[in-house]
């Protein structure tokens, strides 16, 4: 594709902004060399990509803050970027848009243990926030998939979550404070490492925002004492509904495993003949992991042998070492890559119910025959949150297309059976027209009210999260 | 005291106010009777007292909306109230508003514990909530001292908390979701029993806020899976400042006990006296529990101890049999009765850096000595929330004005660590001049604008929370 040429208006109206930036930030944090750039043209969602005006990458709260004066003094839009994982869009720039990145701000600030919290900078990436408590026998619960590479500032701008969500829940749940720098250059402080904050909490409005409502530079995160140890069981049933029945059996019993993983036959097959993990061939799988001391963990697990004995399955192996423990997740965590094997995918991401599963896995076995594309479901049964697979091929003409609309109709079926169009990829781009499918009119506009609050000139991440159409006089398009 | 009698106009609109209401709600739901709304005339905070124009008792969110749309166009202020537990004045009325009770609304609407939730409606206590679940193996966790009484609307309120907040945080943490009728009778959903609910969290905003934005009818409330056991250990030291460091230990050390409750020498020779549980004489006491099977119980203990013995402990009595554990707790949880017994008391409520406890223990001591009343400590050391208590002698003139003086020292000296006014009790009509410790005027006004979105007439709870002069205008007085 042939981008079109940039006029010499623009390219003066850059230069000029470039100028002024570079006039109070260290030379090293502007960018605009157009093949230093290039790694930030897109993000996760690698379909979508746009050159930026420029990227800046501020080493402090200070620096953030003076950036955003500029660039508001200015009329540029500003893309916030953690890591740039976003599966959703949610760190595309735009050619005018300048690319904020934290990357470089990813100090650990604090280490309470006596707290329980640690204060890092945005740009630290979600492992390595476990990595400087570890070694002090404590964790940072969140664990998305990404946790090697995504940030935290990331992870808050989606709310994400991970396998241990169930025990632990998602990142609005460990987040205790945020240091947030808004639009206008003011730098505001909301919740903080005590359990209690004084006034009202603005915490739960930041987590999940998406890079709308300001740019966080530093959070105090929960910090968790680890437990002695954990072991899995991996059981298989030969249909979707009485895996989920299991599932909902488990929970009401009391038992309450740190992460239950829920896989469909396709998703089965493929992770077998990927990573030869022993996997047996039945319609669902579940991998529920349990943790604590070494007889918590086999008073855990005799219960929930007991529950699936009940539920006729077809296979139950228990983990008897840190070998076998292994070689059950290896299938699991090796899925995505698996998937890319046979096929392009879109890697989708909506809630549900918990007790809506075995409903919405025939609806979406019932559209994927409809639409001819082959769809892989790998799952969070604990907390409801579906991935589903869909498998395309990208060199055959309208094949994207039909996929898109296979996901669009999978999430409209996620709302109406009471559950939301993202549990932790975020609205972004990818999802923004589909908005209409869960929110009134009236509850955009009070979303929007609230951006209108905290971003008047709606410079931060724009025409994202919100249908183009709803938000175009807003952003003045 | 004689209360100025009313004059014509006052009856007459009273009387024209109470007929539109009983026009639309059952005859039950409207109280107006003098004898019968005594029992509204105050909550906890029993010195002060006002009888309210009308009590209204709806029976379901519709009969609230109706209610409330009504007071909205006669421009009648409102006051909800739960069980009328709250000690900081939080559900008082004014001659001129009108109660509105929750206490009929206490239904169990909903149990799903295969999805780990329970609807209650707001009126519901919040003992029983457990009660509803606990045949099952489940319970819900904020825990406070007037549990068997308070209602879960005030709990939302107050963001209540109790001595299970170590391990299972406050209200907030419990809440899934609301129904709130707005003051234009409006009935809205936010949150809802999955993990994930769609757009901006506007819980967190909700929970806390002391009635000021909307009447909360229902909630979704979290359940947990109950442990297995529990058992409690009680240790004296001979410091404050000895005991603070070993709950600091503890908790680094990656342990994390149910309850640490401390309790300094005033409050243990009450307890003591009082409740013959066998305490030690000593100048600060931890009760800390744990939970879970019983190797896993036997295993923290023993680390606990260890920890404990590095820092010269007095005594250290593990709970062996039930007897015991009650035993243990029995002072503990008489220390208000036994405070009212010696003398009269206010009981304070703040919070501060867990880190802070030595040097705020020992400026309290200095205080204290200082204007010559004598204050005992109970304290849920595990998050830092403090219920400081003030002796003095309400029939001796100018005792009540020198306490509360120093109870507003106390609290000023909480916001100065790092803490701030209100740990779970609210600000209320108790702390509203002492708000301007914490918070600058912009803080205020930015939570008044707040105010302004949900109540624009400022007809909910007015005259609380915020200082009386810095409301003035908003509620045109």
Known sequence: MQLPRPNAEVIARKAAIVSRLRAV???????????ETRAYECDGLSAYR??????????TTAEVATALKICREERVPVVPRGSGTSLSGGALPTSDAVILGLGRMNRVLETD?????????????NLSVTGAVEGEGFFYAPDPSSQLACAIGGNIAMNSGGAHCLKYGVTTNNLLGVTLVTMAGEVVEIGGPWMEAGGLDLLGVICGSEGQLGVVTEAVLRVLPKPEGARP??????????AGACVADIIRAGVLPVAIEFMDRPCIRACEEFAKAGYPDC????????????????????????????????ELR??????????????????????????????LDGTIPVSALPHVLKRIGEMSRGYGLDVANVFHAGDGNMHPLILFN?????????????????LRLCVEVGGCLSGEHGVGIEKRDLM???????DMEAQMRVKDVFDPDWLLNPAKVFPLEASAARRGA
Chains 1, 2 share one sequence.
């Open 25 to 35: 930030l260290p030379s090293a944090a502007v960018i605009d060399d157009p093949a």
């Open 50 to 59: 746009c050159p930026p005006l420029a990227v800046l990458l501020p080493g």
């Open 113 to 125: 243990l006596a707290n329980r919290f640690i204060r890092v900078e945005a740009g630290r990436t």
């Open 233 to 242: 069981v991996l059981i298989g049933f030969n249909s979707n509904e009485v």
């Open 283 to 314: 319609e669902a799988l579940l991998i529920i992991e349990v943790e604590g001391s070494p007889a918590e963990i086999d008073d855990q697990l005799a219960r929930i042998g007991e529950i699936a004995r009940r539920h006729d399955p077809v």
């Open 318 to 347: 228990e983990s008897r070492s840190e070998a076998e423990s292994a070689r059950i997740w290896l299938g699991r965590k090796s899925a995505f890559g698996a998937m890319g094997r046979i096929n392009d995918y879109m890697c």
């Open 394 to 410: 990208a060199n055959k003409p309208g094949d994207l297309e039909k996929c898109e609309a296979l996901g669009a109709d999978i």
């Open 436 to 442: 209409v499918a869960q929110f009134t009119e009236e």
